[in-house]
């Protein structure tokens, strides 16, 4: 498979069309794209489950206030 070929862009109302070649061709129907520079990336979005998703991220160890430490008891409560 080649690293690189010579494609021309298109017009489509305002918006500029590029049109992939089989053998760059991307899976799924979603992409990311990006510009660095003059450069324009596009990256493929993985189809996956957020419960994936999070399982990937690291652990979070921060300590978070408690919110709940003023406020009355359940029980205490009344209307």
Known sequence: MPNS???Q???NGQNQVLTIPQEF???G???LLRKVGSR???EPIRQGSLL???STLPEITDNFPDVDEELLALDDITL
Request: include cysteine.
């Open 25 to 27: 061709a991307l899976p």
């Open 29 to 31: 129907k979603e992409v």
């Open 52 to 54: 994936s998703l999070l």
């Open 9 to 11: 862009l298109d017009r």
């Open 5 to 7: 070929c010579h494609v």
């Open 40 to 42: 324009l990336i596009i």
